[in-house]
């Protein structure tokens, strides 16, 4: 009976954790710490599967996301060595104020990469993409490097590792799949994009965005994506990612924004020599 009082009615006939109230909250955090300290979590994701249904005080639920930012803000001070992973699509909520209170957010459960670029790609006009876990799904067979459709490896599409890694890179890269099922080849690949991932993913993690392309529907395939990443602690160092999905120019222009005019910038691109460019010739 004491339990059942912790709990109030919520969407689809289900029941949801009555937060405003101290007692609730002090039994969810001793709950919650005892599963960090009983399994040495390194990680834990947060998951939401329903609506939280309508706040019966008329205040938009503005009680309930109080309480629950603050225990989240007591666990990560406690357990510091536990990242908390948010997840949005249950929520209902995908916002700068959820994502600062956990180290990342989940994106989605589709996890097909050309759907989880552009997913991507839209989601950073409101959250930074540094915050955002981005998963390589991935499994190797016969030679042949495949991603899932929507959430099944067994209706599987077939990819290119390279790019599958280079999708995620722009979020918090994380891998699932089969990894044991790589060939040496395609283990190599996927060991170097990650190293270079982990030399910048400070940067990646600080940095705000610049979308250089218009968003637009997740199960578009056509044409390109493109984002600019700026990290306020570092002003003068940019990073572009650019994705050419299915389009046959091989090349296209985009114009960098918020840049040094007259400053000279030394430009790196995949396979070809280091050179300088002007802040203003690159952004004309």
């Not at 876990?133 to 209706?155: C, F, M, N, Y």
């Not at 994380?174 to 044991?180: E, I, L, N, Q, R």
Request: charged content about 25%.
């Amino acid at each position: 009976t004491a339990f059942k009082d912790m709990l109030v009615p919520a969407g689809h006939g289900a029941l949801r954790w009555d937060l405003e109230r101290p007692e609730v909250r002090e039994h969810l955090r001793k709950e919650m710490s005892r599963v960090v300290e009983t399994y040495g979590l390194v990680w834990m994701k947060i998951d939401s599967n329903f609506p939280l249904g309508m706040d019966p005080k008329g205040r938009e639920l503005e009680g309930y996301f109080t309480a629950w930012f603050d225990l989240l803000t007591d666990l990560k001070r406690r357990h510091p060595e536990c990242t908390f992973e948010a997840c949005s699509g249950g929520a209902l909520r995908l916002d700068l104020e959820l994502v600062s209170r956990h180290q990342c957010g989940f994106l989605s459960d589709n996890v097909t990469v050309r759907h989880l670029l552009r997913l991507l790609h839209a989601t950073a006009l409101r959250v930074p993409p540094g915050r955002i876990t981005s998963w390589a799904v991935l499994r190797e067979t016969d030679g042949q490097v495949a991603g899932p459709t929507i959430h099944d490896l067994g209706k599987p599409i077939p990819e290119d590792p390279d790019f599958a890694v280079l999708a995620c890179m722009p979020g918090v890269l994380t891998f699932s799949g089969d990894p044991d099922s790589f060939s040496p080849e395609t283990r190599r690949k996927i060991a170097a994009r990650t190293a270079w991932w982990k030399a910048r993913r400070r940067f990646i993690l600080g940095a705000a965005c610049d979308l250089l392309t218009a968003p637009t529907a997740y199960t578009d395939e056509n044409g390109w994506a493109a984002l600019h990443l700026t990290n306020p602690d570092d002003p003068h160092r940019h990073l572009v990612f650019a994705y050419r999905l299915d389009d046959p120019a091989a090349r296209k222009g985009f114009k960098l924004r918020d840049l040094d005019p007259a400053r000279n910038y030394m430009v790196l691109e995949p396979g070809k020599p280091q050179h300088a460019l002007t802040g203003r010739q690159l952004m004309d």
